[in-house]
């Protein structure tokens, strides 16, 4: 790869794909040893401590910025789940391809957008479109 400060050393990116070939060939391979949770955090340190280390030795100011963002991340995936935590949903449609198709659910005469295509199944597909409102 080529960056704008030129070729990556091999050494940085020799544990990227070592993980990438992990994940692809342990399941296959060894798979009740890749079952325990234990032994993916084995191969995840083994790989991921020398870019550690590396970082620690050559851009210390990198790793604050990175725990940062990745922080802030955690916070955002927990609002998320939070804020979903809450969501139900209800119908009677059956759940098909045919119904999950935005062609299927988007009439071109009058289509308005979400609203429009929920109110649409509750009346049925053939039903005349509601007044439009003024605007």
């Known amino acids: ?20 070939l992990a994940i692809a060939i342990c399941p296959l391979w060894v798979p ?5 949770n234990r032994n993916k955090m084995i191969v995840a340190a083994a790989l991921g401590l020398p870019i550690l280390v590396l970082y620690m ?11 940062e963002e990745y922080v802030s ?5 927990a609002g998320l789940y939070v804020i979903a935590g809450g969501i139900l949903l ?8 045919l119904t999950n198709t935005p062609s299927h659910q988007y009439r071109l005469p009058g289509a308005r957008g979400g609203a429009g295509v929920v109110h649409r199944h509750h009346r049925g597909l053939d039903a005349p479109d509601p007044p439009a409102s003024p605007d």
Do not use: N
């Not at 009740?32 to 325990?36: A, F, I, L, N, R």
């Not at 030795?57 to 725990?67: Q, T």
């Not at 991340?73 to 995936?77: A, E, K, P, S, W």
């Not at 209800?90 to 391809?97: E, I, K, N, S, Y």
């Open 73 to 77: 991340f955690i916070i955002l995936l």
């Open 57 to 67: 030795i050559r851009r210390p100011e990198a790793l604050g910025a990175m725990a």
């Open 90 to 97: 209800r119908g009677d449609l059956q759940a098909t391809p």
């Open 1 to 20: 790869m080529i960056t704008p400060a030129g070729p990556l050393p091999v050494y940085t990116v020799v544990p990227f794909v070592a993980m990438l």
């Open 32 to 36: 009740h040893w890749w079952e325990s």
